[in-house]
């Protein structure tokens, strides 16, 4: 398991100091838990703001004018908030819940999930983070859950049980900065989330045929396998980000069409939401009464959310602008990278790509409606290694080195070093 250091290493709000000797007169957990439920009733957790186009690169502005900010606004709580009726799943097959029900904080922030310190009152949170040990306590996780502060994951609790779990877009496309401490900060959506250890808690539940235990335990942290249960394939790929996607035409790692489709497809088939889902190419036809289905009226909206998340720009200072404009000529001459990477979005349109024009390995694309890769719009690609479908290129440098050797380009270690310094930039 993932070490997890909370409590050191803070920025932001700070808790008392630590000459204040709370340790000895920490706060009882029942008294906690009151201040908790005292903050909840008098709302203390704000609702949050809608994504503005304030800060977004002109391209992300300009696609960010044409939306309906009401909309984005729905989308994002959606987003964030609504499992769509999967609890059902969850809960009554996998009883994720009785799992959750022993898990202390710590447990849970070690197999990657994230706390978001915005929906805890600031003296709780300090109390927390003043006193580590109470992070091994599971009503701790009760009281985050009540909250609504575990991103990703929506519950019930009565009368101290949880009663109710089911999982939303979050879990895996949304992280923390980690302003509080690892693990705990402001939310990022669209962010994969590449420390969530998503097939050890499915490996975990209570409720799931033990002969899928070794395979759900196979999946590491940042992978997940969104066919394994339509094909019976086991081999997961990487959480892609959900951001930067305006503009760009065709989702996913093999173009299988456009935003609302996919979203249509995980909520139903993957997170088991409450809706239809009809693919004839996939053998996929799952089917509710329309005045049941919890999914499909919420697809215009959680797509104008997701059009609004602008790829994060790389953090000042981290490459180097000299090396990365050479690199860019490169990357437009020499390299080739251009001839699908191109235009705004670094990506080709209606184009995907045969499995070999790229050295990829060809099994994910062969169970997929398209059977090849689309162009990857590079976006921030500071923010997410591994890449590739199948993360099997663990840095920048990787992936050029890999481009060097399919592509036969010959580019002298220096010239390499540019693309990656111009890869940073992007
Ligand atoms: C359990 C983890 C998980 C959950 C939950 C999840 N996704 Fe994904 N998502 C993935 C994986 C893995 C892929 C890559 C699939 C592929 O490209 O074939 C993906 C792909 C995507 C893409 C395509 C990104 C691109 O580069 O084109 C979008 C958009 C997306 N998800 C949005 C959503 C939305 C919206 C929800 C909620 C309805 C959701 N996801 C729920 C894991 C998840
Ligand atoms: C023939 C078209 C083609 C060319 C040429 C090409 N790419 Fe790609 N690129 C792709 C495809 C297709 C993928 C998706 C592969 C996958 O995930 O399996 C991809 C993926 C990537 C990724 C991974 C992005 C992520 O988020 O995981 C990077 C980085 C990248 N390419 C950079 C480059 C660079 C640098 C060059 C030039 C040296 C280049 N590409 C040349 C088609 C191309």
């Given amino acids: 398991m993932l070490p997890v250091s909370v409590g050191s290493g803070m920025a932001g709000p700070r808790p008392p100091r630590p000459g204040d000797r709370s340790h000895r007169h920490r706060p009882a957990i029942p008294a906690l838990l009151l201040g908790l439920t005292l903050a909840l009733a008098l709302g203390c957790t704000d609702e949050p703001a809608a994504p503005s186009s304030e800060g977004l690169a002109p391209h992300d502005a300009e696609l960010a004018a044409g939306l309906d900010p009401k909309q984005v606004r729905e989308g994002q709580a959606i987003f964030r908030y609504d499992d769509f009726g999967d609890w059902r799943f969850w809960t009554d097959t996998l009883r994720l819940h009785e799992l959750v029900q ?53 519950s019930r609790i009565e009368d101290d049980r949880i009663v109710r779990m089911g999982i939303t877009c979050a879990l895996c496309h949304s992280t923390v900065d980690d302003a509080v401490a690892p693990g705990i900060g402001r939310r990022l959506d669209g962010w994969p989330n590449l420390d969530l250890a998503v097939g050890t808690i499915v490996s975990l539940t209570p409720g799931l045929p033990d002969e899928l235990r070794p395979i759900y335990a196979s999946w590491k942290p940042g992978f997940f396998d969104p066919r394994f249960n339509v094909d019976g394939i086991n081999a997961p790929i990487v959480i892609p980000p959900a951001y930067g996607l305006a503009g760009v035409g065709l989702e996913t790692f093999t173009g299988e069409g456009p935003v609302s489709y ?18 004839p190419r996939l053998g996929v036809r799952i089917e509710v009464p329309p005045e049941e289905d919890e999914v499909r009226s919420k697809l215009p909206a959680l797509r104008q959310y997701q059009l609004a998340l602008a790829a994060p720009p790389p953090p000042p200072g981290s490459f180097d602008p000299v090396a990365a404009a050479r690199g860019e000529v490169l990357f437009r001459t020499t390299a080739r990278c251009a001839d699908c990477h191109s235009g705004p979005r670094f990506t080709d349109g ?28 590079l976006r921030a690609l500071w923010q997410h290694a591994p890449y590739f479908h199948d993360g099997s290129a663990a840095t920048l440098a990787d992936v050029v080195a890999h481009y060097d050797r399919v592509l036969q380009l010959g580019l002298a270690a220096g010239a390499q070093a540019d693309l990656v310094e111009y890869l940073k930039s992007l």
């Fill in 102 to 154: 022993q898990v202390s904080p710590r447990t849970a922030l070690a197999l990657g999930l994230k706390v978001d310190a915005e929906a805890i009152p600031p003296a709780v949170l300090a109390a927390v983070l003043n006193d580590p040990a109470l992070l091994d306590e599971p009503a701790i996780t009760r009281a985050l859950l009540s909250l609504n502060a575990v991103v990703g994951v929506t």
């Fill in 262 to 279: 996919w979203n249509n497809y995980v909520a139903v088939v993957e997170m088991h939401g409450r809706g239809s889902f009809f693919d």
């Fill in 350 to 377: 209606g184009n995907l790509h045969e499995a070999a024009e790229t050295g990829m390995d060809p099994l994910y694309a062969t169970r997929t409606t398209t059977k090849k890769y689309r162009t990857t719009p």
